[in-house]
């Protein structure tokens, strides 16, 4: 006897952050601007079709990542952000920028 799997389906909201957290995850081990779409999805457990549903291009799913980086003070992240000049990270408090440094 065969027994079907059944999914359950997440909204909206859930579906975007399990997509951020996974990119925030991946940026962690391969870089912000090494990260790939294919990546992502893998770490979230979805199609990368499903990822570019929610984040339309890269560029905005990098700058969800570094502002979530920059919320949580991920100073990893947040220092590939300021040495690749990210627009994102021209705004960020001066406290965080220089940890951030301190930690390249």
């Keep these: ?6 999914r359950t ?3 909206t909201a859930e579906r975007k952050r399990q997509i951020l957290t996974a990119a925030i995850s991946t940026a962690k081990k391969k870089k912000l601007f090494g990260m ?3 990546d992502v999805a893998a770490a979230a457990e979805c199609s ?3 990822v570019r549903f929610y984040f ?4 905005e799913l990098r700058t969800a990542v570094l502002a979530e980086a920059i919320r949580t003070s991920e100073l990893g992240i947040v220092a590939q952000g300021i040495a690749m000049g990210h ?3 021209r705004r960020i408090a001066p406290e965080l920028r220089a940890a951030a440094i301190a930690d390249l």
């Design 1 to 6: 006897m065969v027994t079907k799997q059944t």
């Design 9 to 11: 389906r997440l909204d």
């Design 36 to 38: 790939t779409r294919q």
């Design 48 to 50: 990368a079709p499903l």
């Design 56 to 59: 339309k291009s890269m560029d």
């Design 87 to 89: 627009p994102r990270c």
